[in-house]
Nanobody, 131 residues
Framework: QVQLVESGGGSVQAGGSLRLSCAVS????????MGWFRQAPGKEREGVAA???????TYADSVKGRFTISGDNAKNALYLQIAILKVEDTAVYYC?????????????????????????WGQGTEVTVSS
């Protein structure tokens, strides 16, 4: 069982920056696939950034160059650094985990920006960007 707790959201002005954190328990984050998703009011959830258990990162086109996904092995935490915030970044941000499967000692997970691939979700942290 993986538990995820996000933090770091808040209200900021456009052009500012934020770092969202996701505390991971129940599994070592670097052994599984993890992602950040967001859902804006009245819109569908979308994947914005993901990192595989091999360290490969993927970003949605809308956030490339502004969002950076990273992790901290010592803290077993996932982060999303958001720079140059835009009003359209206003949303609830969720971290998610795809634990994948273990085959002969090697863990395989899909991850990526497709939410259906993820099994565990945090409760979300709200980001509001004002102009």
């Amino acid at each position: 069982q993986v538990q995820l707790v996000e933090s770091g959201g808040g209200s900021v002005q456009a052009g500012g920056s934020l770092r969202l954190s996701c505390a991971v328990s129940g599994y070592t984050y670097s052994r599984i696939c993890m992602g950040w998703f967001r859902q804006a009011p009245g819109k569908e959830r979308e994947g914005v950034a993901a990192i595989s258990n091999g360290g490969i990162t993927t970003y949605a086109d809308s956030v490339k160059g502004r969002f950076t996904i990273s992790g901290d092995n010592a803290k077993n935490a996932l982060y999303l650094q958001i720079a140059i915030l835009k009003v359209e970044d206003t949303a609830v941000y969720y971290c998610a985990a795809d634990p994948g499967v273990d085959i002969f000692g090697q863990r395989y997970c899909s991850g990526g920006l497709t939410g259906a691939r993820y099994v565990y979700w945090g409760q979300g942290t709200e980001v509001t960007v004002s102009s």
